[in-house]
């Protein structure tokens, strides 16, 4: 992937994320050429699990949206082997580099402010695309 369309990938995402849109959907569209997608209908499809899966505060949506990609981009679904072992990759990479942590509550606190969301979670969706892009090998 050209350091240029990342850099575009990752900017998507955040003016995307800085509103209206929550986390998983910024990140999946992020990916909206390459999946096949138009905006809008990624926006349906992801909308509920922004905010640890529907405001539950489980596992961030951030992530929900970086195996949305992973699973989109995969040719041929029943090989879920494959889709397995990315995901896998994708959520060790993404603890890995924020301590451990995997649900929304322990990344952002239980009682975050929207101060807080919007420091923190612009962070955590730029790293998802750009492990996103590294796990499929995006090179356009």
Do not use: W
């Not at 999946?28 to 390459?34: G, L, R, T, V």
């Amino acid at each position: 992937m050209t350091k240029n369309k990342l850099s575009s990938r990752t900017s998507k995402a955040q003016h995307l994320f800085s509103g209206p849109y929550n986390c998983s959907q910024s990140v999946a569209a992020a990916f909206s050429d390459i999946l096949g997608l138009d905006d809008d209908e990624i926006f349906r499809l992801m909308s509920g699990f922004g905010f640890g899966m529907g405001g539950e505060r489980s596992v961030c949506g951030a992530v929900s949206g970086g195996i949305f990609v992973i699973s989109s981009s995969i040719k041929n679904p029943v090989e879920r082997d494959e889709i397995y072992d990315k995901v896998y990759t994708l959520i060790n990479r993404f603890k890995a580099q924020n301590n451990g942590k995997l649900n929304c509550i322990d990344l952002v606190g239980e009682n975050a402010t929207d101060e807080e969301f919007h420091t923190i979670c612009p962070v955590l969706v730029e790293q998802l695309v750009r492990e996103v892009a590294k796990i499929i090998s995006v090179t356009s």
